[in-house]
């Protein structure tokens, strides 16, 4: 069969009854019918699965489908078996009976998709290797990350497929990745050529703010108000917190419970409940509530304590107004869940990774610009418009032409060749005189001294507004070196213009917010 949009539009309609595709899903399976190696990253919901699925039935042979956890295969299974589509999954929790059967359709090509766990791979490789393979799709594919936030050992092995399989297309998904993970992905399946489809992850119905977190409790009753009686999450660190919380917007009249893994099953699953069917609108918990839960109407969000990483962040927020409509998601930032988060990583194996996106957070909670923006920078996906449904864009600080500061700064990272953190380039730029400079030779390039009469701390920050901006990168995984984006090559080169906030500004900022 051809791979022609009226055959792929046919197949939706027989196999899967859809009229019509979601952003992106033509285009990816357009490529992997023509046999690309694919990177396919799609929030949570984008409809990933199809992306192979359809493929996997427009084309002789079987679909190899690599999926990482059970419970995932099966429901995936189930469903294309309730579609009329022959699919089995592999797993070493099956009775050996059923495992030998499925290997039998396997090798007599009666499946269309053949779902295994990583684990299980390295024993069916002769027998995959006899199959007719029409394409291989790694499902959830950040776990073959050491930076992504669910690495799974087994996925690393998968990076001899490539060398296997040469001519069979590979199509990588993932819903949380951020760009360097993103990289990551395809340098480790040997994919590195890959077609990348970035779907946006912009959810232009949620109101992002970031608050100070002082006298949180009582900010929050403020907050709550008529919003109260709707739907809503409060996250916070710790069981205790939770239990404290919870217990304060009770005695303030509102119906909330804590959630948290000290409940036993039966509670968990009770308050769950009452919170899907509204009898509960106000759930306080720690991180291990949401997910799984298909609740459309959750109205705000909070976070109590700043979570550890933006994907986590991402994630939580994300499950305030899945149905479309508006909802208001608050994060508390102070720089004491810093310490705490920071306290959590250390002598853990990737302290290193960890330490650098919470650097990141931090970086978000402290934005002087659109928050959108610095959000969805941290995916890889740039907004060309501030969004104007922010804290920021609706009580924006002052901001100044800093079109000079930021050449400065873009040239003398070209100049490191990109090799250097935020730190380094301070140093070079107000012309420090330390030994980490010296050893470098940094003295004899031209930037160096380039911005003597701004203090360490503005310079800073005027940095951190420019990695918020997206007009330079940070590579946590390499030591946290900056990298010019696309943006930094405009400014450098054609001229274009940047505002930032002034650095005095941002100082009467900080205290106006902190007293309030
Ligand atoms: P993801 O894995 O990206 O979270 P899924 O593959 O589970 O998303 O798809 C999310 C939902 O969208 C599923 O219910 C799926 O059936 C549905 N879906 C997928 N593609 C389409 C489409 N083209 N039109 C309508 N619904 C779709
Ligand atoms: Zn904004």
């Not at 409809?47 to 956890?69: D, N």
């Not at 009452?274 to 839960?293: C, E, K, L």
């Not at 499950?319 to 250390?346: C, M, N, P, W």
């Amino acid at each position: 069969m051809t791979s022609t949009t009226s055959s792929i539009t046919q197949l939706l309609k027989t196999h899967f009854g859809y009229d019509s595709f979601k952003p992106n899903q033509e285009a990816i399976i357009n490529d992997v019918l023509s046999g690309k190696d694919t990177l396919a990253i799609m929030p949570t919901g984008g409809g990933k699965s199809l992306c192979y699925q359809l493929p996997a039935l427009a084309k002789e042979g079987t679909a190899l489908v690599i999926s990482p956890l059970i419970a995932l295969m099966k429901d995936q299974v189930d469903a294309l078996r309730a579609n009329g589509i022959t699919a089995a999954y592999y797993n070493s929790s099956q009775p050996e009976e059923e495992q030998q059967h499925v290997l039998q359709q396997l090798t007599k090509g009666e499946l269309s998709l053949f779902y295994v766990a990583p684990e299980s791979l390295p024993n069916l490789r002769h027998t995959i290797s006899t199959i007719t393979l029409n394409l291989i799709a790694v499902d959830e594919a950040h776990c073959i990350s050491a930076w992504g936030h669910d690495f799974r050992p087994a996925y690393t092995k998968l990076g001899s497929l490539k060398q296997e399989f040469p001519q069979i297309p590979i199509i990588a998904l993932t819903a949380t990745a951020d760009k360097a993970t993103q990289d990551d992905i395809s340098k480790q399946l040997n994919i590195s050529h890959a077609k990348k489809h970035l779907a946006s992850f912009d959810r232009q119905n949620l109101f992002l703010d970031v608050r100070p977190g002082q006298s949180r409790i009582k900010q929050i009753l403020k907050f709550l108000g008529p919003r109260g009686a709707q739907s809503g999450i409060i996250y916070c660190l710790s069981r205790k917190s939770t239990e404290k919380l919870a217990q304060k917007l009770k005695q303030a009249g509102y119906k909330a419970k804590a959630y948290h893994a000290g409940l036993s099953p039966e509670d968990r699953a009770n308050i769950q409940e009452d919170f899907v069917n509204d009898t509960t609108p106000i759930i306080v918990a720690t991180i291990a509530f949401g997910m799984g839960i298909d609740k459309s109407n959750v109205r705000w969000v909070i976070h109590y304590n700043m979570p550890k990483n933006i994907e986590g962040y991402y994630q939580e927020i994300g499950r305030a107004g899945r149905d479309g409509l508006k909802a208001h998601t608050l994060l508390f930032y102070s720089y004491a869940d810093v310490i705490q988060l920071r306290r959590f990583t250390e002598g853990t194996a990737t302290e290193e990774f960890q330490l650098a996106k919470l650097e990141r957070m931090q970086h978000y909670a402290e934005a002087l610009s659109c928050r959108r923006k610095a959000l969805l920078n941290y995916f890889g996906e740039h907004l060309t418009k501030d969004c104007g449904y922010c804290d920021v864009c609706q009580n924006p600080p002052k901001y100044v032409d800093g079109t000079v500061i930021a050449q400065k700064v873009c040239s003398a990272v070209a100049r490191v060749k990109e090799q250097e953190g935020v730190t380094m380039i301070v140093d070079v730029l107000r012309g420090a005189k330390n030994a980490q400079v010296f050893d470098k030779g940094y003295q004899h390039i031209k930037t160096y001294g380039a911005i003597n009469n701004v203090s360490w701390n503005d310079l800073q920050q005027y940095i951190i507004q420019l990695i918020n901006l997206g007009v330079l990168e940070v590579y946590f995984h390499e030591n946290g070196r900056l990298v010019l984006t696309p943006l930094a090559k405009a400014i450098l080169f054609e001229g274009q213009n940047i505002q930032l906030a002034h650095t005095e500004d941002v100082k009467a900022l900080k205290d106006a917010k902190t007293t309030k």
